[in-house]
Every structure is written in C-alpha cells, then in structure tokens.
C-alpha cells in the first residue's frame, strides 16, 4: 500500500488548534469544558465531517468519528488520543494522536483502502487531571473502569459539577450510558509523543509500547488551627502547612528508597487555607501522585505514604483524612497490536524499539475493552507538558504512517 500523508495539512491543523487557548502562543492551556476546549472540539467536528466521517458523541463528550467497514457487524478498530492540556502545556500532548489518526484515515481512504472493520477516531474527554483531579475521565468511563455514580459525583475546585458542566458543554444523556460493551472494538492503538527522552538519545524513529505504568492518586486533607502570625506563639501552634511539607519531603524519600528508577512520586497541589501572610494556615490540601510499572512496588510507596501521614499528624496534633482518588493496575500491551505496529514499522523502513510508557494515557482504559497498544514519537529532549514541547514534522509524519499501515492491518 502506497499511502501519501499530507503533512502540510496536518501541520497546519496542529497549529490552528493550539490557537485554542487560555494562555498565549507558544503556551497552550486548555481546560476540559473551556469556553477554548468547546471551541477546538467544534472545529474538530468540522474536521472529521470533511473527512467523510460520521461523528457521534457520548454523555461525556467523549467523541466518535466513524469511517464505516464493510462488514460492519464485526468490531471496528479506534485511534485517538485527547486535546485538553493543562496550563501552560505546548501543542503536541494528545494532539498529535487525534489530528494525526484524522490524517491516517484520511490517508487510508484516499489511497482507495476500504477497510473491513470500521475505524474509529476518538478525542477523550478530560486525560489531564487538572480539572476533576482524575485522569483519563472519557476513558476510564467507556471503560467501565469509572462508574456512573461516581463520576456524578465529581465537581472542580470552584465547586461546579461534572454533571452540570458536561451539560452546559452540550453533553447531555445519562452517564451510564458511556460504558461500552467489550466486543465493541476489535483492537485500539494510540499514537502519542513520548513525553521522555529515549527515542531521540537512541536515534530511534518509533517506540512501540509494550506496558504502561500503573498511577495512584492520593488526595490529602490536614487540619489544625489557625490565627494572629503576629500573637498565636510558635509552642501552641498547630500549623497545617508545616504538616504538609514534612509529608511532601516524605512523598519524595518514598519514591527514593524503594531504589528503582521506574519509581516517581510527586506532591503538584497545595491548597493553603486561609492564604494570607499574616494568618497561621489552618488548613491544606493535598494532591500527590506516585508511579510505577510494577504494581506492588507501587503499592508499597503509597503504603509508606499513609503511614507517614499518619505519624505526621500525630505529631504535630492534625487532623488528617487521607483518600486515595484512583488506584489502576499497569497495563500489558497486546502482543499482536505490537507485532502489527512491528510489521508497520518494517515496512516502512523506520528504526523502531520497543518501550515502557511511563506517563499513563487513555489506551491504559481502552486496554480493558480491547487489544491495544500504543506508538511513540520522538520528542525533543523528552519536555512535555511546557511551552517547548517541540516533536518535529518528519517524526509525526513517521508515526502518522505506522498508524496508517498498523490501521489497515487491524481492518482488514
Ligand atoms: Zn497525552
């Protein structure tokens, strides 16, 4: 198969969508349920329909853009990836997975390829956390993983609801009604940058990802007394913030001490209440996440975690409450996704290793519904999530390719 991929376009299209944004070039911000995410999730519509694609969305937002097979009573086979981004992110970060699986479908039909299966291109609702706190929201649901009931109750810091917020953004529908059925997709890939340095140190063009490593979220509360910073004296204090920073320096000695490099545990919130210079915080909140790609060794920090919480508290007399906010097992990838992405690879001629996905992404979710697996991209000296995340045309034009052919292996 001789496929053409329009790299131009699909530059062009990168570019105009990170114009959807709270912040200013080359920053991108955009938040799930945004006036910019409703807008981009508008022009993506547009997109796929110029594509000949019939589009379709869940209660979620989560969207479907079809391109149907011929036998279409067998499982279709879905791409995708998301386009929200956390504040002052750049513009490849999932991006790069949904423009480039419209390019490789588009691709694919203009070389004359009619697909057995459907295809499926899916923009998830909400990977980032930074509105819910919760990950991969659109997947987790479709999944199954995530149930209805408790994503109904499920606000943002400003205390507005997932329900009214999907609602406003025009998703309406019950939340249950998510959930798809296995059997739905016969096979998921997703095409992602690698949000690390490997591909570029080892001069590779592909990483073909064989496991994803497993996220905990903790979400920590500590509660002590506040007052006067001029007249409360330091031997009565109870002091929450100083509470919360010996269990961020203990978040950190977790990670540490278990001495393998695949273990990272990270303190990124610190709500401090009342916030003022002159008043003793009486109240703080905190949001910790830890990784691993072995599930006990994972287990293990967010144990050591607890107890030291714990031991904290007793301490320094706080109240704590500690609630783990998800919890997910590592995915193992499909060895026949990866031995299509292989083949791909091959036959195109690219230099290809296979890899661990440290970072966690939507096909961790789909890995529940079908065989999945995911394809990687180089990107410059592995920064992502900031205004430089810079992955080059000639490397998306090589991961639009390996998605094309791996699609049309799947499909047929
Ligand atoms: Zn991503």
Redesign the pocket.
């Known amino acids: 198969m001789n496929l053409q991929i329009d790299s131009e376009k699909l530059a062009s299209e990168l570019h105009e969508l990170a114009a959807f944004s709270e912040t200013p070039s080359p920053s991108v911000t955009r938040i799930v349920f945004s006036e910019q995410d409703i807008a981009a999730r508008a022009w993506f519509r547009q997109k796929c329909i110029a594509a000949g694609l019939t589009v379709r969305e869940d209660a979620v937002g989560n969207t479907f853009a079809c391109w149907q097979g011929t036998d279409a009573s067998s499982g279709a086979v879905g791409t995708g ?2 386009i929200d981004a956390i504040p002052n992110a750049g513009r490849f ?2 991006t790069v ?1 949904v423009l480039g699986g419209l390019e490789a479908i588009r691709a694919l039909k203009n070389s004359g390829f009619a697909p057995k299966r459907s295809m499926e291109l899916i923009l998830f609702t909400s ?2 956390p930074t509105r819910f706190g919760i990950g991969c929201l659109g997947s987790r649901l479709l999944s199954g993983v995530l149930k209805s009931e408790r994503a109904k109750t499920f606000k943002d810091r400003e205390g507005n609801s997932l329900e009214d917020l999907r609602r406003q953004a025009g998703f309406v529908g019950d939340l249950a009604s998510v959930e798809l059925q296995p059997g739905h997709y016969a096979a998921f890939v997703e095409l ?2 690698e ?1 690390g340095p490997l591909l570029e140190a080892r001069n590779q063009d592909i990483g073909i990802v064989t496991s994803i490593a497993a996220p905990a979220g903790m979400r920590i509360s500590l509660t002590g007394s506040g007052g006067h910073a001029g007249a409360v004296l330091m031997r009565e204090r109870k002091d929450a913030f100083v509470g919360a920073a010996e269990i961020a320096v203990a978040v950190e000695a977790a990670a540490l001490c278990t001495g393998s490099p695949d273990s990272v545990a990270t303190t990124g919130i610190c709500d401090v209440f009342p916030g003022a210079v002159n008043s003793v915080p009486s109240k703080v909140k905190l949001e910790i996440d830890v990784r691993d790609s072995d599930l006990s060794r994972r287990d293990g920090m967010v144990t050591a975690i607890h107890e030291e919480c714990q031991a904290i508290a007793r301490r320094r007399q706080l109240e704590v409450t500690i609630e783990m906010v998800n919890s997910d097992a590592p995915a193992a990838c499909d060895p026949s996704v990866v031995a299509r992405i292989t083949n791909a690879c091959r036959h195109l001629g690219l230099t290809h290793m296979q890899m661990v996905s440290r ?1 966690y ?2 096909s961790l979710f789909m890995s529940h519904l079908a065989p999945a697996s995911m394809i990687f991209i180089p990107c410059h000296l592995g920064l ?1 999530h900031r205004p430089d995340e810079f992955a080059s045309l000639r490397d998306i034009t090589n991961g639009v390719a390996v998605l094309a052919h791996t699609l049309a292996a799947l499909a047929a």
Do not use: K
């Open positions: 990836s998301h970060d999932g997975g990977e980032e992602h940058i949000q970072a992404h939507d992502s």
